[in-house]
């Protein structure tokens, strides 16, 4: 992570590449790695097959796109990229999603490619035991990924990014919960629920999604951002979709360079980039690429 948020950094502060296409290329490259919820390493749906979901927005002009029930676009956040910048529909669904992927140029895999032996022990506890969606990753009963100490399974990817013209974007990806039922849609692609970016902030959120959607939660915390402040706005989202079964985090960044990470999980796997130096952390605490640790 700190080689990429390094990497990403420079180019953005050298003018290379703007928000958009930074945040997708971070969130490209989570969706490569295999311990996490997204792309390749996917959790298994109910039929024990990956279906993803990922959504993408530009703060400027709040152009968004997102894609539901990908299976075999290698990654689904290039697919809802491509969308945003074809300016309409703003979400497509299923086997038409990787259809204009593919005639986009996103490379397309078999859907067994996306499946880690980590992902299909998780989907036999799941199935073994019959729990409830989620219940292996994504449920208070076992805990999200984000909760596990003694497990490397990691949750929905998500970037945000501040570009040198001041413009902000966010992006979110993520393979959905362990268990889900065919067709079950969480907040990710759900722009204004999962992901939300305008003329002063972006966000994106991981966590039980159906309290992200009943909250709209990526929209709400923009619109206390105004008033509140970034850091208490991003609290406040974090309080209202708790009791709903929604524990989870998100990041954040404004247009004057705040950026928060909050989490209500045990852990959350994070790093930023900000004035040429890269913190990463996984619990409550920071560590800066110079060993030197903060909280």
Known sequence: MEALLED????MADGEIN?????????????????????????LDAAGTVTMDASIMRGEDRAAGAVVNLRTSQHPIRVANHLLKQGWPVMIVGEAADVFGEKQGVQQIDNADFVTELRQAQW???NLNTLRPGATDEDDEAALDHDLEDR???????????????????ATSTGGMTGKP?????DTPIIGAGTWADGSVAISCTGVGEAFIRTCAA????FHHT?????DAAEAVLDEVAPLGGRGGLIAVDTEGNV???FQTMLMYRGKYEAGIVDVAVGPEWERNDGAVSS
């Open 19 to 43: 928000a958009l296409e930074a945040v997708t290329l971070a969130v490209e490259a989570m969706e490569n790695e295999p311990l996490f919820n997204a792309g390749i390493g996917s959790v």
């Open 219 to 222: 929209r709400t915390m923009a």
């Open 124 to 126: 036999e506890k799941w």
């Open 260 to 262: 928060v990470l909050p």
């Open 227 to 231: 008033s509140m402040g970034l850091e």
């Open 152 to 170: 490397p399974g990691m949750g929905t990817v998500g970037a945000v990014a501040l570009d040198i013209h001041g413009h902000v974007a966010a």
């Open 8 to 11: 990403l950094g420079q180019r």
């Open 182 to 186: 065919d067709g079950r849609v969480g």
